[in-house]
T-cell receptor, first 115, second 116 residues
Framework: DAGVIQSPRHEVTEMGQEVTLRCKPI?????LFWYRQTMMRGLELLIY????????DSGMPEDRFSAKMPNASFSTLKIQPSEPRDSAVYFC?????????????FGNGTRLTVT | AQKITQTQPGMFVQEKEAVTLDCTYD???????LFWYKQPSSGEMIFLIY??????QNATEGRYSLNFQKARKSANLVISASQLGDSAMYFC?????????????FGQGTTLQVKP
């Protein structure tokens, strides 16, 4: 299996622009998570899905952030409009519940820089 | 509310020696899982080891072992025979299995540097 695939690896954009981050989870996994990592706040859970349905989006910082999972093999995280404080590494992770020992499998992350 | 605490921002260890990275947690749920991840400078998150709250024995995975002390709510990671490639950030994380949400809450991490 190729693992969790995120694109792009790096994104540099100007303040006010729309940014879309993409994620392909591991095939067969039924949970998908979006995390954000910054020096100040560490790893924060933004939103997660179960069987393509958003379960908890309480970590989404503002209405500028939105996430979708149109099918089991694809999810997007969109920031519109972007701001410099959104600069961070955004991770997508997937897991298969039913086995409590099953860890979250992370993608390589998207490093977002908003200037 | 659940919380994970890693009190060591940075640690040094001599190559080939063992090192313990501390992790304490707080939860009122009886069923939970504890995880350790490694994040090298390249940035990816690598799963290392898992401990369930009901597991009777401490988890081990190769050179990694977890010193699980349930009464003290601690889940320290022990790395034996440190290698230069162990230099990385290490995160402790907890999952509440009672609510079956699957989400992990992470500590702030510990940076480990292995000296030759």
């Amino acid at each position: 299996d190729a693992g969790v695939i995120q694109s792009p690896r790096h994104e540099v954009t100007e303040m006010g622009q729309e940014v879309t981050l993409r994620c392909k989870p591991i095939s067969g996994h039924d949970y998908l998570f979006w995390y954000r990592q910054t020096m100040m706040r560490g790893l924060e859970l933004l939103i997660y899905f179960n069987n393509n349905v958003p379960i908890d989006d309480s970590g989404m910082p503002e209405d500028r952030f939105s996430a979708k999972m149109p099918n089991a093999s694809f999810s997007t995280l969109k920031i519109q409009p972007s701001e410099p404080r959104d600069s961070a590494v955004y991770f997508c992770a997937s897991s298969l519940m039913g086995d409590y020992s099953s860890p979250l499998h992370f993608g390589n992350g998207t490093r977002l820089t908003v200037t | 509310a659940q919380k994970i605490t890693q009190t060591q921002p940075g640690m040094f260890v001599q190559e080939k020696e063992a090192v313990t990275l501390d992790c304490t947690y707080d939860t009122s749920d009886p069923s939970y899982g504890l995880f350790w991840y490694k994040q090298p400078s390249s940035g990816e998150m690598i799963f290392l080891i898992y401990q369930g709250s009901y597991d009777q024995q401490n988890a081990t995975e190769g050179r990694y072992s977890l010193n699980f002390q349930k009464a003290r709510k601690s889940a320290n990671l022990v790395i034996s025979a440190s290698q230069l490639g162990d230099s990385a950030m290490y995160f402790c994380a907890m999952r509440d299995d009672s609510s079956n949400t699957g989400k992990l809450i992470f500590g702030q991490g510990t940076t480990l540097q292995v000296k030759p």
